[in-house]
Each structure stands twice: as structure tokens, then as C-alpha cells.
């Protein structure tokens, strides 16, 4: 089992704690179906779109990697009464852009590979959740494991999402929650924006020899309802 020391790159209070007590969730359904348009009730379009730029660094197997990448992704669905809670329908989910480049050697003379054609990271939007006044929607994009290349090490990219204690403890810029407030659903057209940097450092043990991990990213995420 690997063993290591791990340490976040983060500002003083940067991020929150994860909502504890709330009264209700929306739950996550697949296709098309649903009880919009009915009349009995408003209903929302939901567009979530994520945009990241990233680097990371891994040295101790061999010359040291560093890869960067960059990303847009977008997720787009149905926000629908359901008695005294909500439905959140996925209509369709997309990578509008992903790009994964990694160099290994001395400047000039290094080695570069692009990512494969798979895998690629795939926006999901977890659920919804609401506490007093706020409204909050958690996603992630799964994980890839670099480097790209042959290694005895391998880990997870590091992918943004908007939820869990580990990922927001590494913030050092803004936050990563994806909030609105509840008064936005009475509105026609709402749309918020949302920004953060996230930096970690790892140094993993494994059968004797160390490794050393840098990941980060910038994040810019939106969340866009139309009232129907």
C-alpha cells in the first residue's frame, strides 16, 4: 500500500464545509421523461457549462513528466416539481473541448505524447440540494489516470468537481461551491458564474522509492435556468 505525506496549496479559509441537515434533495433521472409542461407547475431548463485549464508534474520515475490540459464540458437537463421536492432530468451531456498534452526530458529534447482518443472526462451533474434559502448543485468529471506514458506510478488526474472535503480543502482561490439562491427559480432567465484555483502536492512511497505529485487547476463554471 502506497504511503506518502500530502500537502494542499490553499489560502486561510479558502472553500467551505459540506451542507449538514438538509430538509431535501433532487434526485437524478436519465432521458426525456418527466411531467413538464402539465401546467401545474413551473419548470426550469438547466445548463451547467465547466471550463478548466491544468498542469501537473510528476518526478521520481525516470526524467521528470508535466502535462497540461484544457477542457469544456456541458451539461444540460430539466429542473421539474415532484410533489413537495424536485426531479433533475438529464437531457444531454457534452465535451465541447478536451485537450491533454504531456512532455518528458530535458527542454528541447523532450519526448511529447497527446491523450488518446479515451478515455476523456464526462461532466456529471451528482444532484441538487437545497438548505434554507440556497440551492446547490454538485458535479464532477471523473478521473484519468496519468502519466500518459509507461510508469511504475501512476494517479488521477485531478479533475474539478464542486463537492467533497478532500478536493475543497486544496482550493486556494474563490470557491467551489455551486450555489444559487432559492430566489433565482422565480426569476425568467438567471445565470450564475462561479470561479476557483486548485493546487495539491503529494509525495507517495511505494516499494522504497518516492515520488513527488503537483496537480492544479483553474476552474470557470455556469449555472443558467430559464423558467418555463
Not at 449538514?20 to 451547467?48: I, K, N, Q, T, Y
Not at 525516470?62 to 484544457?70: E, H, I, Q
Not at 506510478?153 to 480543502?169: K, N
Request: aromatic share 10%; charged share 30%; glycine share 10%.
Amino acid at each position: 500500500m502506497a504511503k506518502g505525506f500530502f500537502r494542499c496549496l490553499r489560502a486561510p479559509l479558502a472553500g467551505a464545509v459540506l451542507l449538514a441537515g438538509l430538509p431535501w434533495s433532487l434526485a437524478v433521472a436519465e432521458g426525456g421523461a418527466g411531467r413538464a409542461g402539465d401546467g401545474a407547475a413551473p419548470w426550469w431548463e438547466v445548463r451547467l457549462t465547466v471550463v478548466a485549464e491544468g498542469k501537473y508534474v510528476l518526478r521520481g520515475d525516470g526524467p521528470s513528466v508535466t502535462g497540461f490540459y484544457a477542457l469544456e464540458a456541458r451539461w444540460e437537463g430539466r429542473l421539474e416539481p415532484d410533489a413537495d421536492d424536485f426531479l433533475l432530468v438529464q437531457i444531454k451531456t457534452e465535451l465541447l473541448e478536451w485537450r491533454l498534452r504531456e512532455g518528458s526530458g530535458p527542454a528541447g529534447r523532450e519526448t511529447v505524447l497527446e491523450a488518446p482518443d479515451s478515455p476523456q472526462p464526462a461532466l456529471r451533474l451528482i444532484y441538487v440540494l437545497k438548505d434554507g434559502q440556497e440551492v446547490e448543485f454538485a458535479f464532477e468529471l471523473g478521473e484519468i489516470a496519468v502519466p500518459l506514458r509507461p510508469s511504475s506510478l501512476t494517479v488521477p488526474l485531478g479533475l474539478p468537481r464542486s463537492f467533497g472535503r478532500a478536493y475543497r480543502d486544496c482550493i486556494c482561490r474563490g470557491s467551489n461551491r455551486v450555489v444559487i439562491p432559492e430566489s433565482d427559480l422565480a426569476e425568467r432567465s438567471p445565470e450564475r458564474r462561479f470561479a476557483w484555483e486548485w493546487r495539491s502536492e503529494e509525495e507517495i512511497l511505494r516499494k522504497g522509492r518516492a515520488f513527488w505529485v503537483e496537480r492544479g487547476h483553474t476552474v470557470r463554471a455556469s449555472i443558467a435556468l430559464t423558467r418555463r
